[in-house]
């Protein structure tokens, strides 16, 4: 088998990989498991430090546009997690609020 063909099956593996776990960091923002998502991206994290130690695939553009991408993906999780930590911050300070106002009644 070729090198290239070799390259072009592991690229492959890797994106389904790499999809498998942003579909599971995705789900775990949307249901706010917030250590199941650290979890997942230490995981995420050893699995990128095992691919970067393959020369053959590391040195690839084809693995090149793949990290861009996930680099993508990852800002939109982030941006996704910035925006629930508003939300929550705002009922959080609506509680506060409404605590006050009922201390004030006491």
Same mark, same amino acid.
């Given at each position: 088998?070729?090198?290239?063909?070799?390259?072009?099956?592991?690229?492959?593996?890797?994106?389904?990989?790499?999809?498998?776990y942003m579909i599971e960091l995705e789900r775990c923002i949307?249901?706010?498991?917030?250590?199941?998502?650290?979890?997942i991206l230490d995981k995420r994290q050893h699995y990128f430090?095992?691919?970067?130690?393959?020369?053959?695939?590391?040195?690839?553009?084809?693995?090149? #546009?793949? @990290?861009? &991408?996930?680099?993508?993906?990852?800002?939109?999780?982030?941006?996704?997690?910035? +925006?629930?930590? #508003?939300? @929550?911050? &705002?009922?959080?300070?609506?509680?506060?609020?409404?605590?006050?106002?009922?201390? +004030?009644?006491?």
């Open positions: 088998m070729s090198t290239l063909t070799a390259s072009a099956g592991n690229i492959q593996q890797t994106k389904a990989i790499l999809a498998s949307l249901n706010a498991q917030w250590e199941i998502l650290s979890d430090e095992m691919l970067f130690a393959d020369p053959e695939l590391a040195n690839t553009a084809e693995f090149s #546009a793949l @990290i861009k &991408q996930v680099f993508e993906e990852d800002n939109t999780m982030i941006n996704k997690i910035m +925006a629930q930590k #508003a939300v @929550i911050e &705002q009922e959080r300070l609506g509680l506060m609020r409404s605590r006050q106002a009922a201390k +004030a009644y006491e």
